[in-house]
């Protein structure tokens, strides 16, 4: 099972991965590097908003839908799936009023662009904090490459051949233009994505009387939202502060670094999209055997995938990065550094999954705690000594700190060896 939905969740990583490139090669030449700047450092901002406002109950489909689904609870996967809509998009239309008034109490101090683009990025957190929790709710169903088409691949494809257009027909466009494009190609996407979900519901959950246990459910997301938000800010926390210290131009630059990095960490992306049912599958039905011959093929599959890419992106970068535009070469530094965390991220496996899926997301939320207050302790010294290298260097350690020190904690509570290392485990008798 893992090695067929695995096959096809790789190629639709890999995919999606390219086409998001393309995509943002497409809008760095269309913009330029002062006004992709100012999208980049928007939809950073965004993406991090509208994980907030998923209140971690897109993690929490996931696990509780594979669990329904073995145990033919049927009521309860209908109720919680129209409960987790309730409540992320109230959450998300809050963090959108809120947003955009803290955009025009500043807009004396922020440029026409600025202020246009930060407006429309405020609307689009409802759209992707919904695809978020259907992206969860796929894989929880088991359809797992449906799960990563809709924002992996469809939305950049949409956008990017948007923003293609455009360009032929206007030539140079400001921020505010693209991040217009980027509200209808999610908002495509995420008719795409609600489509799918409806499909792979079971004909019993569709006709089921939805049952709500509203409390139980919050009590194990919000702990995930921890988990994921506190990722989510270990991972952007650099691309701010670079912003914000350095300006938009050097965030975009960094910006496109980082995502050229992505490459090298898609096999670990794809194979945690499909572990992450079977990891609860298993720890619920009690199977310890299989659940440690999945997580091996999965930290297996990503090593070897990031090993390769990392080296081809290594040897090319400075004129892969020239496709973006010559002011992006700079990012090269950048690449380098956080391709050393990748590798590590990918050698240790699904870590944060398997402790996710199997009820200790307190204890990644705990490590996660405490990494992500000594990057936002020691990322803003770094980038005054060292600039956008010095916010690599500090992310890159603590991101492979983090994964080893999550694989020692996976280790002692569940007896699991996650990383490709043949390390004996201690006898839980």
């Given at each position: ?31 330029g590097e002062s006004a992709y700047g100012v999208y980049a450092y928007c939809l950073t901002w965004i993406t991090l908003l509208a994980l907030l406002s998923r209140l ?143 499909r792979s519901l079971p004909l019993e959950a569709r006709s089921a009387s939805p049952v709500f246990r509203t409390r139980q459910w919050l009590r194990v997301s919000l ?207």
């Open positions: 099972m893992l090695t067929r939905g695995g096959g096809g969740a790789l190629v639709v990583s890999l995919a999606g991965t390219a086409a998001g490139l393309v995509c943002h090669l497409v809008l760095a030449r269309w913009l971690g109950l897109d993690t929490a489909l996931t696990r509780y839908f594979a669990t329904y689904r073995v145990s033919r609870e049927w009521a309860l996967l209908k109720g919680f799936a129209r409960r987790s809509d309730q409540l992320c998009v109230g959450a998300s239309l809050l963090v959108t009023v809120a947003g955009a008034v803290g955009l025009l109490l500043m807009r004396e101090r922020l440029t026409g662009d600025e202020l246009g683009a930060g407006l429309l990025a405020a609307v689009l957190v409802p759209l992707l904090a919904l695809i978020g929790l259907r992206k969860g709710a796929l894989q929880g169903l088991k359809a797992v490459v449906l799960a990563q088409v809709p924002d992996a691949l469809l939305r950049p494809l949409v956008l990017a051949l948007l923003a293609g257009l455009a360009w032929w027909l206007q030539g140079p466009a400001t921020a505010t233009v693209a991040m217009a494009l980027t509200l209808g190609a999610w908002g495509l996407s995420l008719g795409a994505a609600s489509l799918w979900q409806r702990p995930l939202l921890l988990v994921s938000g506190m990722r989510q800010l270990l991972n952007q926390t650099d691309v701010l502060l670079v912003g914000l210290l350095l300006g938009s131009t050097e965030a975009g630059v960094y910006f496109v670094a980082a995502r050229m990095t992505q490459l090298i960490s898609f096999g670990l992306v794809a194979g945690n999209a499909v572990a992450a049912p079977l990891i609860a599958e298993s720890h619920t039905e009690g199977r310890p055997q299989r659940l440690q011959h999945l997580v091996t093929l999965a930290s297996w599959g990503s090593t070897a995938t990031a090993a390769g890419l990392a080296l081809a992106l290594l040897v090319l970068r400075a004129p892969v990065l020239e496709l973006f535009g010559k002011a992006f070469v700079a990012g090269g530094p950048v690449l380098m550094i956080l391709a050393l965390g990748q590798i590590v991220n990918a050698a240790t496996g699904p870590v944060g999954q398997l402790l996710n899926m199997t009820g200790h997301q307190d204890a990644n939320a705990r490590i996660l705690g405490w990494i992500t207050a000594a990057n936002l302790l020691l990322s803003y010294p770094a980038i005054l000594v060292a600039g956008s290298a010095g916010a690599a260097i500090v992310t890159s350690s603590l991101v492979a700190i983090k994964n080893l020190w999550t694989w020692w904690v996976v280790r002692d509570v569940l007896g699991v060896n996650s990383s490709i290392f043949p390390i004996p485990m201690r006898s839980r008798a």
